[in-house]
């Protein structure tokens, strides 16, 4: 919601943007940088939105064909809770599924409370092998990079650091290449080993 109404004013009040901008900063090529920045993120910003669509979108067509397999009443309810519940970084699918084996089994049909817990095991692999290079792809970012934000996120920032890791580390990667940090730190990591080998 944050990137499709930031982006949303940055297109709408791009000219006043500037505009104050070229009154209040003097660099031109530093008002140029930030200018491009921003257009960058907000692209990456809505690439990222459509990752994460992509992801609901086949979250909810795995949970749809389960649960028609286990026959689950209202199989297309169920499964569009699961993909609505999965995107939230604290429940996931298990906060879904566990509850439908929980009501097969009590019921008596042991093949669909097992088909639901099959589901769950199969659905969450899926995504963890899906998800970082989605993701990467729509942030222009490695998998294993998108892997390690998550990872570096989650123990940050719990749960929710899953969606907000990547996003940090997008912004900061746009930074640091706009500005030319990257090349600042090279050049003098470079300097510092050729002082120490030599």
């Given at each position: 919601?944050?990137?499709?109404?930031?982006?949303?004013?940055?297109?709408?009040?791009?000219?006043?943007?500037?505009?104050?901008?070229?009154?209040?900063?003097?660099?031109?090529?530093?008002?140029?940088?930030?200018?491009?920045?921003?257009?960058?993120?907000?692209?990456?910003?809505?690439?990222?939105?459509?990752?994460?669509v992509l992801l609901f979108v086949l979250t909810?067509?795995?949970?749809?064909?389960?649960?028609?397999?286990?026959?689950?009443?209202?199989?297309?309810?169920?499964?569009?809770?699961?993909?609505?519940?999965?995107?939230?970084?604290?429940?996931?699918?298990?906060?879904?599924?566990?509850?439908?084996?929980?009501?097969?089994?009590?019921?008596?049909?042991?093949?669909?409370?097992?088909g639901a817990l099959i589901l769950l095991g199969?659905?969450?692999?899926?995504?963890?092998?899906?998800?970082?290079p989605i993701l990467g792809v729509a942030m222009?970012?490695?998998?294993?990079?998108?892997?390690?934000?998550?990872?570096?996120?989650?123990?940050?920032?719990?749960?929710?650091?899953?969606?907000?890791?990547?996003?940090?580390?997008?912004?900061?990667?746009?930074?640091?290449?706009?500005?030319?940090?990257?090349?600042?730190?090279?050049?003098?990591?470079?300097?510092?080993?050729?002082?120490?080998?030599?």
């Amino acid at each position: 919601i944050v990137a499709i109404m930031s982006g949303y004013y940055f297109i709408v009040d791009s000219r006043r943007l500037y505009v104050f901008m070229r009154r209040n900063v003097v660099s031109k090529q530093f008002r140029e940088k930030t200018v491009r920045l921003v257009d960058s993120l907000s692209t990456t910003l809505f690439h990222v939105i459509g990752g994460y669509v992509l992801l609901f979108v086949l979250t909810f067509a795995m949970a749809l064909v389960g649960l028609i397999l286990i026959r689950m009443p209202y199989p297309v309810v169920f499964a569009l809770i699961a993909a609505i519940v999965d995107l939230l970084p604290v429940l996931g699918l298990a906060a879904t599924l566990i509850p439908i084996a929980i009501y097969q089994f009590a019921i008596g049909h042991i093949l669909g409370g097992l088909g639901a817990l099959i589901l769950l095991g199969v659905m969450t692999t899926v995504r963890r092998v899906i998800e970082p290079p989605i993701l990467g792809v729509a942030m222009h970012l490695h998998p294993m990079a998108t892997l390690a934000s998550m990872i570096i996120g989650v123990a940050v920032y719990g749960l929710a650091g899953i969606l907000i890791g990547p996003v940090i580390l997008v912004i900061a990667k746009e930074v640091i290449t706009l500005y030319g940090i990257d090349e600042k730190l090279r050049s003098f990591f470079g300097d510092l080993l050729n002082r120490v080998i030599t």
